[in-house]
Each structure stands twice: as C-alpha cells, then as structure tokens.
C-alpha cells in the first residue's frame, strides 16, 4: 500500500505516466535554474515553483525506497477507450513500479535528474527541501546506474505509449543534473568514461523526453564555458562540440539543418511535433544565455553564430508558437483571440463537474462530448497542441490527436523560454521617447503643445537675410545649423514609418506625435521651396557654429540662408526633398487631405526641378559639402520617382525607374543605406510594389529593384555572399563614426520587408539559405534590443532609455543650462569654458536620441569630446521611430 495522489496526468487522458511527468519536471526546473531572476522580476517564480512542487511531491512518494520507483498509474490501454472527465474515472488506478528485479534505468535516471535540476531551482527558497530532493535524486541515480535496462521491460503497458529508446541518455542527463546539484565529481568521472567510450550519443537530431542526449551536451557545456571544467583541459569538449551541431543544425547554418515549414517553424514529424519544437527552442535559448556570460560565439558551418543570433532564432519559433504564423493562430491554448477551442483533452471536452456533477461514463463522454461540433466548455490555458504540419496546416479537431492533443512536456520548455523572452524591452517608451527627440531638435517658435520643456526659441529671424521666411524645421545633430540634405532624408523615413506601420502608429496613440514630428518638417521644407525652381538647403553656416558652444537659443553665429536654383542646382537636394513630402503627403492622407495635397504639389515640382537640372548641391552650397557631400544624385532621382508614383500612381515615375534600370542606374548591390545613399531606398520601395501586386502589368520588368533589395538584406542578416561586418555584440557596423545612423537604416529595412513578404506570402532565397519574413523580424530585434541596451556594455544608446545610456552627449543644447532655469546668454567661447569642458552629466536629456554608438569592438566612451561616438542625429532616430512602432 503507497500514497500516489497527486502528479500530473500526462496530455489529454487520465494516465500518470512517470516517464514523460519527470521530464516535464526537469524541464521547468531547469528554466528556473538557468532564468531564476526573470522568474523573480516577473513574479512567477512562487508560480513556478508551485507547478515543480506539484511533480516533485508526486516523484519523491513515487520513490518509497531506495530500489523502488512507481512509473505509471492508470492503464492506457483501458484508459484510450474511455471519455470520461479525470473526476468521473471508472477504469483501473493501477500502480506500477521499477525495483532491482524489474528495473528501469531510464525512468530512474530522468526521476533522478528531475528531483536534482528541482533541488536546485528550490535551493534559495526552501534549502530543506532541496535537500530532500538531493537524496532522492542521489538514490535513484545509483539504482539506475546498478540495474540497468529500459523501463517497459518492466512495465510493458508504458511502453504501448511512452517507450523508451535507450536508457544511457538518461544516465548521461541524470549524471549531468546530479553534478550542478551535488558538486560531487564521481557523476563528472561517469560523464568522462562515457565520452572517451564514444557513449555520448554523437550529434543528436532531436531532443525530446525519450532521448536526452542533447540535454547532457548542453548542460556540460556551460560548465565548460562557465569554467566549471577548466580542470579537464578539454577532456569534456566532445559535449559541447555536439551540442553546437544541433544547435547550427537548428537555426540553418549546420550541414544537416533541421526541416522548416513555410512558415518558418521547425518541423520534425506530423505526430506532436511542438513537443520537439519547444525544447530545440529552450536549447537555443539557454544556450544563447551561456554564450553570452562567456563572451564567447558559436562556429557553425554556416558562419559565426553570435548569442543575439541565438535570441533571434528563438524568438521566431514563440513567435510563430504563439501567433505569428501563416494561420495568425497561437498553438498556445487561449492566448490572444485565434486558438484552438475543440483540443483533444478529456477534462477540456466535458463540462466541469463543478458545474454539473452528473457522472460521465466511459462510452457517455463520446455520445455526448466528443462528437459535440464545437468548442471546448473549458479552456486549458497555456497548453501547447501538436501544432501544425509541414506546411503550416492545421485541423482544429478532437479527433485530430496528432495535432490537436497537448501534453505537459510540450509546454514544460516553454515556460523558461518565455520567462526568458518576458522582460524583453520596453518598445513603448521607446517609440514615445524616439518622438520627443524631434521636439528637443526644433528651431523656430516653440508650439504651446511643446513637451521638451527644456527648450526655448530660437532661429526666430531665419531667412531674414534672403528676404524669406525660413523659421522652423530641425537641427540636424548637436549642432545649430540646418541643414537641408539630412533634414528631408530625416522626414521621408518618418514619413515611410507611419506610411507602412500606419497601424501600429494609431494602436499605440502615438499617430499624432509622429505626425506632427513630420509636419515639423514638412512645413519647413515647403516654406525652403519658395518657387519651383528654388529651394533653400541650409540656414547657418557649419565652419562658423562648430568653433561655438552655445544654446540654440543664445546663438551669435551667422544665420545666413544658402539655396539652390536651375543657375546653381542640386538634384540631391531637391530629389531627395521631393522624396520626403511625396512620402509625407502619403501619411498625411487619411487626417488631412488638403495638406496632404499640398505636399505633393511641393513633391511633384521639386522632383521636376531635380530631373531637369542634374548637379550636386554642394557645388552651389559649398558650405554643406564639408559636412553633408553628396557622393550621386542618381540614387535620390530614383528615390524621389518612386515615392511620387505611391504617392501619385503616374506612370510617368515607373517609365523613369523602368529607364534607368534598363540603363544599369540602380546603383547594383548596395552596401550601404543613408543620408547620402538612397539607392536601397528606391529598390525597397520597388520591391513593395512588386510584392504587392501593382507592378503586374510590368512582368518581371522592374524585378531587379528587388533583386538588387533582397541581396542587401541577405548581407544583413548574415546569409549573403559579402556579408555586414558585425560587432561581437551582433551589432550591424560599417565606420567608427556615427555608425548606428546605418544600423538604424538597414534595421527599418529588413523590418519593412519583413511585413511585405508577410504580407505576400514569399520569402527571400539568400545565398546561405532560404529567408522567412519571420526571420528578419527576429533579425531586426536583436538590432533594436542591442541598441537599447542588450549588449555587452549593456548600455542604451537611445538618450533617456533605461538607467544606463550616454549622459555626456556631444550635444550643445543639452549640455548647457536650460534658458529657462538660467536665462544668462551663454558666449560663444565661454559655453566650452563652462560647459562643455565640464566633467559631469548633460544637465538636459535629449529623450530618443540615438548618438553615433560603439566601435567595432562594442566599446564606447561617454565623453563631450568623442563627436564620433556621442554626437545623436535627426538622421539616426528616424529608421528606428517606424520599427519601434511595429514593435509595440
């Protein structure tokens, strides 16, 4: 006679099966283990451990001595015939166990590693209990090791359901488990015999309750990167070097990739295939996590694989897991409005007894439950079904076990994954703050709606010398001038956010502020073009307002006014401003269509003006050629005619992108996307417009705007044939100076595609594999959360985000005293004497602003001085506005 009330049933029916139930519980115990703090931060950890206990008690009464483990309660066989709720149970409760006659070294070994990887997770919390956990776990390690064979040797109706393949896996996991728990270096010895022996299980394609090879790989190798090991000289590599295999296997870039659907998820067979999926995931996840604290990388065949690269990949399985599918379903039972409501699960399919406690019978719970058409009476929240097959298809069935069942060892690795994945960064602030930056960078007279409270006006008298009215618009950086170039490329890719994430802007109420941040601009731009061949490129002169450090508002430097004409053109210049309100007019659309209006009209005359007079702008402002030059003009014509024919549907733009491919003008595969390089920009738009269907007529004609786009982001994401230097961090790096202005840009890119190839079904097929929209979403995270602080600094280079950014920007108006709190005007010298040269933070944050970031070694130096690193630009944020919004 023994106690065995409590554990888990093990999926849909009423069985106990020992066997996956320890699994399960050495799954959630090790994200506790290896996410202990995120489970804390996000207060699920008593949750946590809760849903441990629950297993553990059950484990540790299973185990009433010392060479006796029960395996199983409940007969599958009977069990299977019968549709009864778990408090209505009619069929045999039979208890079977394991002992040194009949023994089990599987089902042993997984207890054991269970009851370990638990004492850990409970060490902090309740050390008496750990303890507890530790003896059994020791105990049945032993029995295990002495008794060798498989379980349903023993128990023969376990294997019907959960038959075990191998049992040195588990003896590997149950070793594994027991040294992080004990320190005792026999378990290290029995790991170190099974190497040399080649008994490791090689590289593992799968890993999953029956086969646990991969688990022991991945434990040992973080103490072998943690230095746990560095006293076996590499005797225990063989662990890690396996465990990497399956690891570049996962996310593409191994010499056996694992299968993907469509979609993107990994795909191993029709039968559960999630069980599989989560646990991958949890590998790549943790794995991702030990690299990291190692400062350490992965070599694949593939390429170099960085922990970010890890983080990413994951990210698309939860993702696709929980929603973002070809189906927008989430195999996540009750999570978000799209799941599945008839799953295959006795206590799900029948009313609660609760609510009506008349007995279900075995054959009753078919007639009246089972082949009822429709939802379930009751959510089992959080669990994960089989999932879909091959091809992202999916029968929301009872009937449907393949894909329709869940069970506790799908979800169990989840639950770290998302503990992991749960305080992820805060993307709203962000968006919110990235906005506000634009009303720190304003000139001219200040709005009553002003947030940045800090700032005054200034500018006032802008144009004056021209006799034209140019008050208003931004300053470009840290500086007071304004100039014209980078100011409009800062207004087309505001512009280009809301256009494409006009939806996520509205959700997140920040349509209005990301409006008027363009409007900001906008209205300026339009006032610069005062006739059709005119246009105002720069108010203030660079050589003069550098050797100053002043306020915006004290300024003493010139505020001369430089344009450009059809005597004197700039078909960059006013390209690339026709590109920014055709752009804007587009946002501006559906709120205020006589604005929007407006603005193409401006757009259409200054693309014409660009077209009919080529030329560089510096050759008739030469001032901003010392720190704005244009390399071409081709690339912003092309940008310009791309934007007017969204924003106006003439061919007449398509005749001219159509031209100038057919002439090799496309600017090839592009490097690079910037201020002064639009090429890629054109391409991208092209390629949207390709993608969605509007260039049908023109049959492949403009395709190599795509191509030429695709190539660049195949370079992104590491799969190309020349790929983008990364940091070790994973960031996207091209020069010392100022280079997150590219990060930004690439970053909108790859983000934007993303949702064009979601939104047409396609993928990418880049030189080093096939490309799913998901995988450029999760690239573009790692970008983003790297920028706001998830690098090896971990500092935010977004100004104002976080506790840990740059608080000595090279940025006049914020390292000086607010006007308002000091109205003592500020010399052009004296603001060095007293402020810049000052050793202590800005005493205004600048909120969004994005400086020029770390080197290539993912160092950076908060200093006034370091202009190549702490010098924030409109230019810089701009990209990152719109993907924030699609990130909200």
Avoid at 832 to 860: E, H, L, M, Q, R
Wanted: aromatic share 12%; glycine share 10%; charged share 20%.
């Amino acid at each position: 006679m023994v106690d065995l009330v409590g554990g888990y049933y093990d999926a849909g029916d009423n069985v106990k099966f020992g066997f996956p139930m320890a699994f399960t519980i050495t799954m959630l115990s090790w994200g506790v283990v290896d996410f202990y703090g995120r489970f804390s931060e996000t207060v699920q950890l008593s949750n946590a451990l809760e849903a441990i206990k629950w297993g553990t008690d059950y484990l540790m009464k299973a185990h009433p001595q010392s060479d006796v483990l029960y395996g199983e309660v409940g007969d599958g066989d009977s069990d299977h015939v019968c549709w009864q709720r778990p408090e209505d149970m009619t069929t045999p409760r039979t208890a079977f166990k394991i002992d040194d006659e009949h023994p089990g070294a599987d089902l042993a070994g997984e207890t054991a590693a269970a009851l370990a990887a638990a004492s850990i997770a409970f060490n902090a919390t309740d050390p008496a209990y750990a303890s507890q956990l530790r003896d059994h776990a020791v105990q049945l390690w032993a029995f295990a090791h002495d008794h060798p064979g498989h379980y349903q040797d023993s128990i023969p109706v376990a294997g019907k359901f959960y038959s075990s393949t191998e049992f040195m896996d588990e003896l590997l996991w149950g070793a594994a488990w027991l040294f992080r728990a004990t320190h005792d270096w026999d378990y290290v010895d029995f790991l170190d015999d099974a190497l040399n022996s080649g008994d490791i299980g090689g590289t593992r394609t799968i890993f999953s309750w029956d086969d646990k090879y991969l688990g022991s790989q991945v434990v040992v190798a973080k103490l072998i990167l943690d230095g746990t090991f560095a006293d076996y000289q590499g005797g225990l590599d063989g662990y890690k070097d396996r465990a990497e295999e399956f690891i570049c296997s996962c996310i593409q870039k191994g010499s056996n990739n694992i299968k993907r659907t469509p979609g993107g998820l990994l795909w191993w067979q029709p039968w559960n295939n999630l069980q599989y999926t989560t646990a991958a995931t949890f590998v790549v996840t943790v794995y991702s996590d030990f690299l990291a604290a190692a400062k350490a990388s992965i070599k694949c065949p593939g390429g170099v694989v960085q922990p970010s690269d890890l983080i990413a990949f994951a990210q698309t399985q939860v993702d696709y897991i929980l929603g973002v599918n070809p189906k927008n379903m989430s195999y996540m039972v009750g999570f978000g409005t799209n799941y599945p409501n008839q799953i295959h699960h006795r206590a799900a399919s029948i009313v609660s007894i609760k609510k009506d406690p008349t007995p279900v019978t075995c054959q009753g719970g078919f007639d009246s439950w089972f082949n009822k058409n429709g939802p379930n009476p009751n959510v089992v929240s959080g669990a994960i079904v089989g999932g879909p097959d091959d091809n992202d298809a999916y029968i929301d069935s009872r009937s449907n076990y393949q894909q329709a069942e869940p069970a506790t060892a799908n979800t169990a690795p989840l639950v770290g994954v998302l503990a992991r994945f749960l305080l992820s960064v805060d993307y709203k602030t962000a968006l919110v703050n990235s906005l506000l930056y634009y009303e720190a960078q304003r000139s001219g007279s200040l709005p009553t709606n002003q947030r940045v409270q800090w700032r005054g006006n200034s500018g006032l008298k802008d144009g004056k010398d021209a006799g034209v009215d140019l008050v208003g618009g931004y300053y470009d950086a840290g500086d007071n001038v304004k100039f014209g170039f980078p100011m409009a490329f800062t207004i087309t890719m505001l512009s280009w956010g809301v256009v494409d994430f006009y939806g996520r802007f509205s959700e997140t109420d920040q349509l209005s502020n990301a409006l008027e941040a363009i409007k900001w601009g906008t209205d300026y731009l339009m006032k610069a073009h005062t006739q059709s061949d005119v246009l105002y490129g720069q108010v203030g002169d660079g050589d003069s307002d550098h050797p100053c450090w002043q306020r915006p508002e004290d300024m003493t430097t010139p505020r001369t006014a430089f344009k450009i004409d059809k005597e004197h053109p700039g078909a960059d210049l006013a390209g690339e401003t026709a590109a920014a309100l055709a752009a804007a007019s587009i946002a501006f659309n559906a709120t205020d269509p006589a604005y929007a209006s407006q603005l193409r009209e401006h757009a259409v005359q200054l693309w014409a003006f660009a077209h009919d007079h080529p030329g560089h702008y510096q050759d008739s402002i030469p001032g901003a050629g010392k720190f704005y030059s244009s390399t071409e003009f081709k690339d912003e014509l092309l940008w310009g005619a791309a934007w007017l024919f969204r924003a106006t549907h003439k061919r007449d733009y398509v005749d001219f992108l159509d031209d100038a491919l057919n002439s090799g003008g496309i600017g090839g595969t592009r490097t690079v996307f910037s201020w002064d390089d639009k090429y890629l920009g054109s391409q991208v738009v092209v390629a949207k417009l390709i993608l969605d269907g509007t260039f049908a007529d023109q049959q492949g004609k403009l395709d190599g705007y795509k191509d030429q786009a695709e190539e660049f982001i195949c370079s992104c994401i590491q799969k190309g044939s020349n790929n983008i230097k990364r940091t070790p961090g994973g960031l996207l790096w091209w020069q010392p100076w100022n280079n997150l202005q590219y990060t930004t840009a690439a970053t909108f890119v790859v983000t934007v595609y993303s949702d064009f190839l979601a939104a047409a079904k396609a993928s990418i097929k880049c030189p080093g594999g096939v490309v799913q929209p998901s995988d450029l979403i999760a690239f573009a995270q790692t970008q983003v959360d790297y920028i706001l602080g998830v690098n090896p600094k971990k500092m935010s280079y977004m100004v104002g985000f976080g506790t840990n950014y740059p608080s000595q920007i090279h940025h006049r108006a914020a390292s000086i005293v607010s006007i308002k709190k000091d109205p003592t005007p500020v010399t052009c010298q004296g603001g060095f004497d007293s402020w810049f040269n000052k050793n202590g933070p800005n005493p205004n944050v600048v909120s969004g602003a994005i400086v020029g970031g770390p080197d290539d070694n993912d160092a950076y130096t908060d200093s006034r001085s370091n202009y190549q690193q702490a010098e924030p630009a409109t230019a810089n944020t701009a990209p990152l506005v719109g993907v924030l919004a699609r990130f909200v």
